[in-house]
């Protein structure tokens, strides 16, 4: 944990909370040790599904729908979702969430490794990408998904922080995390380093990093 946990508490109780079956989703996920995004987290995605209203949403990592089901009952506006999950034990899972949700003409679920699809999908045309899969692959996804977004479009991406690992020296993370550690490294510097990309690196949940492409014009 990143932030203190007492502090992280009390952020947690001011919540208000979600639709039911976002409840019942979620508790199923924690029960079978599914990992879904924090209570933090969800509660940042709803703002920003407020304050940006988009209208196609692409998510890497749908695991058992539950980020898919809560962006598509939060966004104030009607909204197309298109999810990428390549573990085959959750996608009936997944596909079953988003019907008992009766999501199931907002959310296209795409089956297979997110590198394979992306590269099939049109350009410029998701205005809102949420990267919640591999650590270790978002430096490999990045490409695709700034030739997806549209321009003005928001990347959020989750767990970039490492629970604080991507600060340490390489050598002070355990010898299974060092790839991950410094590829998180080189994708944080590139999120912030690419001239068409404006990003900001938010310490909630596991670390958040929040990304706008850049209209050509204002460049
Ligand atoms: N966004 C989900 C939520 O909060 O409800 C949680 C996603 S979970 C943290 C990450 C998911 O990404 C896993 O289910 C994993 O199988 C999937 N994943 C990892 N690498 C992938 C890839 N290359 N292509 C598609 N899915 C991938």
């Known amino acids: 944990?990143?932030?203190?946990?007492?502090?992280?508490?009390?952020?947690?109780?001011?919540?208000?909370?979600?639709?039911?079956?976002?409840?019942?989703?979620?508790?199923?996920?924690?029960?079978?040790?599914?990992?879904?995004?924090?209570?933090?987290?969800?509660?940042?995605?709803?703002?920003?599904?407020?304050?940006?209203?988009?209208?196609?949403?692409?998510?890497?990592?749908?695991?058992?729908?539950?980020?898919?089901?809560?962006?598509?009952?939060?966004?104030?506006?009607?909204?197309?979702?298109?999810?990428?999950?390549?573990?085959?034990?959750?996608?009936?899972?997944?596909?079953?969430?988003?019907?008992?949700a009766g999501r199931e003409n907002v959310i296209k679920l795409l089956e297979g490794d997110a590198m394979e699809i992306m590269p099939t999908l049109e350009s410029n045309q998701f205005d809102f990408v949420f990267m919640d899969a591999a650590k270790g692959q978002y430096i490999h996804y990045l490409p695709e998904v700034t030739r997806l977004l549209s321009e003005g479009g928001v990347l959020v991406s989750d767990n970039v922080l490492q629970d604080g690992d991507v600060l340490e020296s390489r050598f002070a993370v355990t010898r299974r995390n060092r790839t991950i550690h410094s590829r998180m490294r080189e994708y944080l510097t590139m999120l912030t380093h690419t001239p068409e990309l404006t990003t900001s690196v938010i310490p909630i949940g596991d670390g958040v990093s929040l990304t706008m492409k850049k209209n050509t014009e204002e460049m």
Request: hydrophobic share 40%.
């Open 1 to 100: 944990m990143i932030v203190d946990e007492r502090l992280v508490t009390y952020i947690n109780s001011l919540d208000t909370g979600n639709t039911s079956i976002l409840d019942q989703i979620e508790q199923e996920a924690l029960d079978s040790y599914v990992p879904i995004i924090r209570k933090e987290m969800q509660q940042f995605l709803k703002l920003l599904l407020a304050m940006k209203r988009p209208m196609r949403i692409l998510e890497v990592g749908t695991a058992v729908g539950f980020s898919a089901i809560l962006m598509a009952e939060y966004d104030p506006v009607p909204c197309e979702i298109t999810t990428i999950e390549n573990y085959e034990k959750r996608i009936p899972i997944a596909k079953e969430n988003i019907k008992k």
